[in-house]
């Protein structure tokens, strides 16, 4: 034995509950996204336009190699990612790639950065979801320089299909993950969920320093107003452990 880890390639690096999923879409300006493109793909567009979310939802049940954390398997996760594709012998991946991921957890950030090179920040979170009538009421939080920011969605308990070309579609329906390793080097992972069910949106509110936390260059974003918001019910999902390589000659 040589002490390596050995894993099957086929085995799931992790499982979980994704629930409760808000999502604020913001139209982005390609300069702004273009430094993070990892290397081998290009901007996905809806209509011409690029986008980049900010996401809150709750990671429930969380295991490792179907190893449940101790004590840390459930909680927030609160992301800004945008959009982008790749072709692979004539099929278009689509995926997505984060600028930043915020836990609450150091352990949980610690390993993701370290086995998948991921942008992962531990800092307080907490949320809010309750029900009301016909109406539930989801809020997530995160504290950046003492101060809380926020996104809450106030949405009916009804659950609709995503109809095929929606904005819907174009935000949830992207299964890979796509990571900046270095100039010419990304890796590409997989993402397996079923297809979710939405539930109307009636309102919403933000309260985010964009620029404080994600960097000077989202500053537009502070006053900036959504595209649209959505709020998906959420599945069981499950990460491939097997990373595909891609190279990008110079």
């Known amino acids: 034995m040589n002490g390596r880890l050995q894993v099957n390639n086929s085995a799931n690096f992790l499982t979980a509950r994704w629930e409760n999923l808000v999502m604020a879409n913001y139209a982005a300006p390609p300069e702004v996204l273009k430094p ?64 930043n991921e915020t836990v609450p957890y150091k352990p949980v950030a610690w390993l993701a950065n ?46 609709l299909e995503m109809q095929p070309g929606s904005h819907e579609e174009f935000i949830f329906e992207h299964y890979y993950g796509y990571t900046r390793i270095g100039e ?17 949106v009636n309102d919403y ?3 985010c320093d964009f620029g404080a936390f994600y960097g000077p260059e989202f500053d537009f974003l502070n006053n900036a107003t959504p595209s649209s918001v959505f709020l998906a019910q959420g599945s069981q999902v499950s990460v491939k452990w097997k ?5 990008e000659k110079c």
């Open 36 to 99: 993070y493109l990892p290397a081998g793909v290009e901007l996905d567009l809806y209509e011409g336009e690029a986008f980049t979310s900010l996401v809150g939802f709750m990671f429930k049940n969380t295991r490792l190699f179907g190893v449940p954390i101790p004590f840390m398997g459930s909680f927030e996760e609160i992301n800004l990612r945008f959009y982008v594709k790749r072709m692979e012998q004539g099929e278009i991946r689509r995926g997505v790639v984060f600028v």
């Open 114 to 159: 370290k086995l998948y090179k991921e942008h992962y920040t531990a800092i307080p979170t907490r949320h809010n979801i309750s029900e009301l009538g016909e109406e539930k009421r989801i809020q997530y939080e995160w504290n950046v320089n003492r101060i809380w920011n926020k996104i809450q969605v106030n949405a009916s308990l009804q659950t």
């Open 184 to 200: 010419n080097h990304s890796q590409e992972y997989q993402v397996q969920h079923p297809r979710w069910r939405i539930h109307p």
């Open 205 to 207: 509110h933000i309260q």
């Open 243 to 247: 990373r595909r390589d891609i190279w």
